[in-house]
């Protein structure tokens, strides 16, 4: 009996020799490719880098004609090195299938590319390798397209001063938002009185998350239309399918590659530029740091606090 164990420890070259069919395929490959990265889903992957190993075979659809040693007839080995740093520089990830997954898809979308293998490794969690591998074929990474190819919802997004969620008003303001047909998500700001300090701008960072994200969670206990949603997805679905989000900041923050400094406000702008709003509205004084840089890309506009109408 043969045993084909040894393939799931070689090379990913190895694997694509033995899965080939009878007309096997051209292949280019990148080998121990090794990239400082922040990912992980311990708190202790948090803000550090760790070193994490990138082996890809792609194989290639054959080329009509003679390459004539033209680089603009083939796959640029470039390609595969360009497909990691631009999704490592997209969103920092907890997981590495998910972070190979992007990879895969990427090198798909070049038209030669028939097949691939992305194998990524972390080099410092234990004495050896610990790694995911996949392997993806164009007509997959069609069918995720096809299924994300929805057109892209423009946000209002309503951000709430800590008196504007105190406000007698709220209920109107929600019915409004609720009967605009514009996908809406609702952002708050951090609370009146005390929280805990700290003695770090890290620790403390994540302190003032989690207290915006207690007065989300206060005002979705005032209203069950306003439901806390803290991932990009909860709020694309939610987007999509025409419920009120409120924004809970730490996970989006805290993955971001480049993240937003400053105050509520100015998470508040971050997110509108990331979900690519139409505009935000501010209802009341909003509480913001001094000489923060500001997303010039989504026009925004204050709205009194006792004001009836808040959407244009």
Same mark, same amino acid.
């Given at each position: 009996?043969? @045993?084909?164990?040894?393939?799931? %420890?070689?090379?990913?070259?190895? $694997?694509?020799?033995?899965?080939?069919?009878?007309?096997?395929?051209?292949?280019? @490959?990148?080998?121990?490719?090794?990239?400082?990265?922040?990912?992980?889903?311990? /708190?202790?992957?948090?803000?550090?880098? /760790?070193? *994490?190993? %990138? !082996?890809?075979?792609?194989? =290639?659809?054959?080329?009509?004609?003679?390459?004539?040693?033209?680089?603009?007839?083939?796959?640029?080995?470039?390609?595969?090195?360009?497909?990691?740093?631009?999704?490592?520089?997209?969103?920092?990830? !907890?997981?590495?299938?998910?972070?190979?997954?992007?990879?895969?898809?990427?090198? =798909? @979308?070049?038209?030669?590319?028939?097949?691939? %293998?992305?194998?990524?490794?972390?080099?410092?969690?234990?004495?050896?390798?610990?790694?995911?591998?996949?392997?993806?074929?164009?007509?997959?990474?069609?069918?995720?397209?096809? /299924?994300? @190819?929805?057109?892209?919802?423009?946000?209002?997004?309503?951000?709430?001063?800590?008196? +504007?969620?105190?406000?007698?008003?709220?209920?109107?303001?929600?019915?409004?938002?609720?009967?605009?047909? $514009? &996908?809406?998500? *609702?952002?708050?700001?951090?609370?009146?009185?005390?929280?805990? #300090?700290?003695?770090?701008?890290?620790?403390?960072?994540?302190?003032?998350?989690?207290?915006?994200?207690? !007065?989300?969670?206060?005002?979705?206990?005032?209203?069950?239309?306003?439901?806390?949603? +803290?991932?990009?997805?909860?709020?694309?679905?939610?987007? #999509? !399918?025409?419920?009120?989000?409120?924004?809970?900041?730490? #996970?989006?923050? =805290?993955?971001?590659?480049?993240?937003?400094?400053?105050? &509520?406000?100015?998470?508040?702008?971050?997110?509108?530029?990331?979900?690519?709003?139409?505009? *935000?509205?501010?209802?009341?004084?909003?509480?913001?740091?001094?000489?923060? /840089?500001?997303?010039?890309?989504?026009?925004?506009?204050?709205?009194?606090?006792?004001? =009836?109408?808040?959407?244009?």
């Amino acid at each position: 009996m043969v @045993s084909d164990i040894h393939l799931a %420890f070689d090379h990913p070259e190895a $694997r694509a020799a033995a899965t080939s069919s009878e007309m096997p395929h051209d292949r280019i @490959s990148l080998r121990d490719h090794i990239v400082e990265v922040d990912i992980g889903a311990f /708190q202790s992957e948090r803000g550090v880098t /760790q070193r *994490v190993s %990138f !082996n890809i075979v792609v194989e =290639l659809t054959p080329l009509t004609g003679p390459i004539d040693d033209d680089v603009d007839r083939i796959l640029s080995y470039d390609r595969l090195t360009e497909a990691i740093r631009i999704e490592l520089d997209a969103e920092r990830m !907890n997981l590495l299938e998910t972070l190979a997954e992007r990879i895969a898809d990427r090198i =798909l @979308s070049e038209p030669r590319a028939f097949r691939v %293998f992305v194998r990524v490794e972390k080099l410092d969690r234990g004495s050896g390798a610990l790694g995911v591998e996949i392997v993806r074929t164009a007509g997959q990474a069609a069918d995720r397209a096809s /299924q994300m @190819s929805a057109p892209t919802p423009h946000p209002i997004v309503l951000h709430l001063s800590a008196a +504007a969620l105190e406000s007698d008003l709220l209920s109107t303001w929600i019915d409004a938002l609720e009967a605009d047909p $514009r &996908p809406v998500i *609702v952002t708050v700001d951090l609370p009146t009185g005390a929280w805990p #300090k700290s003695a770090t701008t890290l620790t403390q960072r994540r302190i003032d998350l989690l207290a915006i994200e207690q !007065n989300a969670w206060c005002l979705a206990g005032r209203d069950a239309r306003c439901v806390v949603r +803290a991932s990009r997805t909860e709020l694309d679905w939610a987007m #999509k !399918n025409g419920h009120i989000s409120v924004w809970a900041p730490s #996970k989006m923050v =805290l993955d971001a590659t480049h993240r937003p400094t400053g105050g &509520p406000l100015d998470l508040v702008e971050w997110m509108a530029a990331e979900l690519s709003a139409c505009e *935000v509205i501010v209802i009341g004084d909003a509480a913001q740091s001094k000489g923060a /840089q500001r997303t010039p890309s989504v026009p925004m506009r204050s709205v009194p606090l006792g004001a =009836l109408s808040v959407l244009s």
